[in-house]
């Protein structure tokens, strides 16, 4: 049976932050029931919404177009094979996103690169500002030339976390690491990036 009638669209990835999510969007109107009994229309309604959000945090991860256009197709038909594993069909967006990490990380192992190390214990006190790191409408396109410039571990939680919007204990499951981890990556992230933004600013003034 073929699952996915339409291809990925092949614009850059950084596209994707100028665009507005579809309706489709809104997790009750998600057909994952439908999906899991094998409806192509289904999957078609999924794909459309996930192909690009997928596409940018795979990307970001490997900086491969290609790779990252193969990994995307292959997370898809890995989620049409174990849905039905899927116990909780409102978390089908951070499953999605666990098949694709997965998938990041059999790539940089085939590469025999190391993609995600540990790092020290988080502090005792998080907290989540994004507006700290000043991500608005008019800066993404900043922040993510400024992202590429992170270890991979802290680039995924940036990604997942300030683009995607997942918490703390979806990138638990999908990087498969504790939240305790999560939250050390990125602690360290933040305080990278705002490095980073600073030098940034020193050099434009």
């Given amino acids: 049976m073929k699952l996915f009638s339409i291809g990925l669209n092949l614009f850059s990835p950084r596209a994707f932050l100028l665009l507005t999510m579809p309706e489709v969007a809104d997790i009750e109107q998600l057909p994952v029931p439908q999906a899991r009994a094998g409806e192509p229309a289904a999957w078609d309604a999924l ?48 499953w999605l996103f666990g098949i694709a990490h997965q998938k990041c990380v059999q790539h940089w192992r085939k590469r025999r690169e190391i993609l995600f ?57 999908i990087t498969e690491t504790p939240a305790g981890t999560v939250k050390s990556r990125l602690h360290y992230a933040r305080k990278s990036f705002r490095k980073l933004l600073e030098m940034k600013n020193e050099t434009a003034a």
């Fill in 47 to 94: 794909f459309r919404r996930y192909q690009m959000p997928l596409y940018v945090y795979v990307f970001e991860l490997i900086s491969d177009e290609q790779a990252a256009l193969d990994l995307v197709q292959e997370t898809f038909i890995a989620a049409s094979r174990h849905i039905p594993g899927l116990r909780d069909d409102t978390k089908f967006g951070s």
């Fill in 117 to 173: 190390d540990e790092i020290s214990e988080p502090p005792d006190e998080f907290e989540d500002g994004p507006d700290e790191l000043l991500i608005r409408r008019e800066q993404e396109a900043g922040f993510m030339n400024l992202l590429e410039q992170l270890p991979p571990p802290q680039r995924a939680v940036l990604l997942l976390h300030f683009v995607e919007d997942f918490s703390i204990e979806e990138i638990s499951r």
